[in-house]
């Protein structure tokens, strides 16, 4: 077995996006992670927070995967003010794709969150929220040739750094000062 790690992501609706789910969870376990989704590797009978909470606590950090949700055709922010732009063709993920990494922060495990393209840059979606580079993937062209691609090797190697930290800090008693 590997090392524990939450992977987060909508449920696919695209046969792409089902795609890119086995070719990451195939990369990550080659890589020597288990990566564990609620409703997939696991279940439980509990509120979903809650469950969401319990498995985290359990995983060594966290990798979301913000697909496409919900397309919105036409579409304005902050209408009728003089801040006003348009987000028409624009997609939204998923609130779980916001949620689950925010509560990983929360309990400080490592977060690495990537965006299909498209996707609007919105809450923790927006670049700089926590600190790392949100890398942008379209799955249009070989997901499995961005799997291979320096970006994504730059990123997998920081986020395994961090995570490599939790491993060997997580069964250390706590320190007082």
Known sequence: ?????????????????????????????????????????????????KAIRRLMLESNGIITIAFRRALIIQGNVKPETDNTYAIDNSWLTSAWSHIEPAMAFQIGIPVLIIREKGVIEDGILEKGVLGTYMPEFDLKNSYKEYLQSSEWNQLIRKWENQVGKVVETKGNPPKLY
């Open 1 to 49: 077995m590997g090392i524990s790690i939450f992977l987060s992501y909508p449920k696919p609706f695209t046969r792409n996006q089902e795609d890119f789910v086995l070719s990451l969870s195939e990369h990550l376990k080659s890589r020597g992670y288990d990566p564990r989704t609620l409703g997939v590797t696991d279940y439980d009978v509990d509120a979903p927070l």
